[in-house]
């Protein structure tokens, strides 16, 4: 089955994964992580996975930073990574590779960064600090539903708008949809805190992939979707709140 090892690292604060199954690299990655955690102030979990199939099976997918092998004994870092995607899309990924070319497949699983063995620690240092402030810009956007079998976590930063069609609640994402039985009364009370609007009975919209407003229908990425007559005056009221919050929010940045 493998072995597992666990490195910790202070309390746990930020979980880490590293899927590696030579040992000189996983030692080498586990020091530049000491080493930038010591000089930063950072507390994190690591864990170690050998195989890919093992981090499949054990792990829950509730790290923040997973350092994946592009080539284990196993299953191709690709694989592993489409499957990670599958029940968190926030986590920060970061390719560990042998050869630069492969890290090109990356942008398939949304991969923060890629290392290029033997790491060196400036080039970790600075894929690292990317990953910790890609993960806590998106933590406070991510949100986390059942699944059969477990849990899914999905960012709201990456959640266009949602339908409901025969009791069925349709997530359509940036990258793919998701779909899942509900009601969309709940799902608009999970929502609210992200700014998402109701425009229908049917729909709730992100208003930050509105491109623009055609008469009773919303331009959303390279989608339309209905305005109804009667959530019309709301629907604006929000956009407008929406857009003037933005406003002030830039002024200030």
Partial sequence: MGKQ???KIGDMKTNIAIVEDEDAA?????????????????????????????????SDFGFNVVFLDIELPDLDGLSIARRLRESNKVCSLVFV???????????????ISYLVKPVT?????????????AYSQNEEYDFVFKIPGGLQKIS????????????IIIYHLTDETIEKTG?????????APYGFLRCHNA????????????????LVGSESIPLARGKKKGFLEG?????????????LL
């Avoid at 590779?97 to 991969?111: I, M």
């Avoid at 620690?121 to 402030?133: E, P, Q, T």
């Avoid at 009601?183 to 929502?191: C, D, F, H, Y």
């Fill in 97 to 111: 590779t042998n050869l630069a070319k492969y890290a090109q497949y990356g942008y398939e699983v949304d991969a």
């Fill in 26 to 58: 996983y030692q080498r990655l586990l020091q530049q992580i000491e080493r930038y955690c010591k000089e930063n102030a950072v507390e994190v979990d690591v864990r170690r996975y050998e195989r890919g199939n093992l981090f499949l099976e054990e």
């Fill in 5 to 7: 090892t666990s490195d």
């Fill in 239 to 251: 956009l407008s709140h929406y857009y003037l919050h933005k406003a002030n929010k830039d002024e």
């Fill in 203 to 218: 729909y709730l919209v992100n208003p930050a992939f509105i491109r623009g407003i055609e008469q009773n229908e919303i």
């Fill in 156 to 167: 709201a930063k990456k959640l266009m708008y949602v339908e409901i069609l025969s009791h």
């Fill in 183 to 191: 009601t969309m009364s709940k799902v608009e009370k999970i929502l």
């Fill in 121 to 133: 620690y400036d080039s970790f240092a600075l894929v690292f600090r990317k990953a910790l402030n």
